[in-house]
């Protein structure tokens, strides 16, 4: 996988060196049935009480310097995987962060999850192992037919036969074992689907109950995780039986070639003891080297779903351009601007667009829901590329300006307000992190908000629950007004932000943002007409198109969709 070169470059020293020590203790694991094939066939045999002692000695020595090269390779696995781990985690959210919209949408959010947890860490199980048993194993099954082999060449025949099948088992494990894999990581992606679905609906949950619908489509997704698991461990439990099979009829054969050939004076006891100790190692290398294939077969899929996102093209680019002109501040100008989700123009949800909105202007923007309202306003901080026409702002496109530098002198309050689990001055900070108490307080002040934050025990230091939960949806807008207000930008955008609040205090924010954003210029998405009735212009939208351009007046005498607006919502004939 490309993205893994990154890691291999930046960690391999350490790796190596830990292999290094990993080596010694297989070579110390590989000396010892020789050392007791020896003690038994002199030793013991010649009645050598010395020998004995001496040999064994040795011994000692060699599983203490086993002993020590294993403890040395367990820290430096742990600090290599651990921080490995940790690393790809962060660049892998470093990467989804720094999608675009237009991107992040190509993904599930509960897979990302996924991917930055789940996959993570088989991924880094793997690496681990790799440093413990995965590469230990490879040598010890090496090893140990190379030591077999020079102690007995005629019972090395078994290990001729034996050896082949185990390897055609793993391969035909590794092949059978990988689809199936994939499945099961896109099967708990569905399961964290359903239940982040669940959790950010819960109030709806209950308030209709629906508890039997949700236990029945989380019940539905669990039972297909566990029929995939159970179907991919089941193919995998299969071929560890069948390789330990083969290798135990392996070592019943060597017992039974060894007792012909001591009966016959052909073979020593201590020769066949320490043969049966490398088939025993042989068998225990080739189960963890069949476990191997197994976390292999996991990492190589969730690095297959990491790599996807690592791979993806970001279409908004990243130039690291300034302002190369500092034009009319906060001016936004739209030229024949056509934008369609999917890049096809014939599927668009804006349609040759034209329009300017001069510095210091307050637009309304009203249309009937899915006119693409909050789609226009999203386009100009750019979080999604138009497909045909040019966006400017302060007079430079923005395709030209790095979105970084171009976002600093915008603040957006969402149609959805989220607040971050945290203190309410932490939330409103969020606009600008350096702001003073005063600067967020009159920022609340203008955003209506001060009032019920202050009669709070705890005032600006009130936790906020996840999501805002210990907050009505209305505290929540101001909340999240006050943070864009903090930022002091060039443009404000308020997508529909007061739609939760009373025309009473939507009057009170408005007249407070008169006086505290002179000279700043502010886009109002509204669905109520009368809270862009008294902005200095507002563009009416239909189908994705600019029907009507003009102040309250001028439209009620020649926009039919604002006139239509305006009847349904104020009740009044339109002559």
């Not at 049966?276 to 225990?284: G, K, P, R, S």
């Not at 501040?329 to 890049?343: A, I, L, M, N, P």
């Not at 934050?453 to 209305?474: A, H, L």
Request: proline share 2%; with cysteine.
């Amino acid at each position: 996988m490309p993205f893994l070169k990154k890691y291999v470059g930046k960690y391999w020293k350490l790796f190596s060196v830990a292999v290094l020590f990993l080596t010694v203790e297989a070579l110390c694991d590989l000396m010892q049935p020789t050392i007791m094939s020896k003690i038994i066939d002199v030793g013991v045999a010649q009645k050598n009480i010395h020998y004995v002692y001496q040999m064994g000695g040795v011994m000692l020595l060699i599983t203490a310097l086993g002993a020590v090269a294993a403890s040395a390779r367990s820290v430096l696995a742990s600090i290599v995987s651990q921080n490995f781990g940790a690393e790809l985690r962060s660049d892998l959210f470093r990467k989804i962060q720094n999608l675009s919209f237009k991107s992040i949408d190509k993904f599930d959010r509960a897979s990302l999850i996924t991917r930055l947890t789940n996959d993570v860490t088989q991924i880094q199980v793997f690496a681990n192992g790799m440093m413990r048993v995965f590469v230990k194993s490879p040598l010890l099954a090496i090893g140990g037919l190379i030591m077999a082999t020079r102690l007995n060449l005629r019972l090395s025949v078994v290990l001729a036969i034996v050896v082949p099948v185990i390897a055609i088992l793993i391969v035909m494990n590794m092949k059978l074992g990988f689809p199936l894999f994939i499945k099961v990581q896109g099967a708990l992606d569905r399961v964290n689907s359903v239940m982040r679905e669940y959790l950010s609906g819960v109030r709806v949950v209950k308030a209709f109950n629906r508890f039997d619908f949700e236990m029945n489509k989380f019940n539905e997704a669990n039972e297909n995780f566990q029929r995939k698991s159970i179907s991919a461990i089941r193919l995998m439990s299969v071929f560890s039986p069948a390789i330990m099979l083969t290798v135990n009829l392996g070592i019943v054969a060597v017992l039974w070639m060894g007792g012909i050939g001591i009966s016959n004076g052909q073979m020593q006891v201590g020769h066949i003891i320490a043969f049966t100790n490398y088939m025993t190692q042989i068998l225990f290398s080739l189960m963890m080297i069949s476990m191997v294939f197994n976390m292999f077969v996991r990492a190589k899929a969730s690095a297959g779903r990491i790599g996807d996102v690592f791979l993806e093209v970001d279409c908004v680019t990243w130039l690291d351009n300034e302002w190369k002109t500092e034009g009319e501040k906060g001016r936004v100008d739209f030229e024949h601007v056509t934008f369609s989700y999917d890049g096809n123009t014939s599927d668009a949800v804006l349609k040759d667009v034209t329009l300017t909105i001069k510095s210091g202007e307050t637009v309304g923007i009203i249309g009937s829901t899915g006119s693409g309202k909050s789609t226009l306003v999203n386009l100009i901080p750019r979080f999604y590329d138009i497909t045909t026409g040019v966006i400017k702002v302060n007079g430079e496109d923005i395709q030209n300006i790095n979105p970084k530098k171009l976002r600093e002198r915008i603040a957006v309050v969402p149609q959805k307000n989220i607040l971050f689990t945290g203190t309410v001055v932490e939330n409103i900070r969020w606009g600008k992190e350096e702001a003073t108490m005063e600067e967020v307080e009159k920022a609340a002040l203008m955003a209506g908000a001060h009032d019920f934050i202050s009669v709070s025990p705890e005032g600006y230091q009130t936790r906020i629950g996840q999501g805002g939960v210990n907050f009505s949806g209305g505290q929540k807008q101001r909340i999240s007004i006050a943070r864009a207000l903090v930022k002091k930008p060039d443009i404000l955008i308020l997508d529909d932000s007061t739609s939760a609040v009373d025309v009473a205090t939507e009057a009170r924010i408005k007249e407070s943002l008169k006086q505290y954003a002179k000279g700043l210029t502010c886009l109002l998405i509204a669905q109520r007409i009368t809270s862009v009735i008294d902005a200095d212009k507002i563009v009416v939208l239909d189908h994705g198109e600019i029907v009507g351009v003009g102040k309250h007046d001028e439209l009620l005498e020649g926009c039919h969709v604002y006139q239509e607006i305006f009847q349904s919502q104020i009740g009044k004939e339109v002559q």
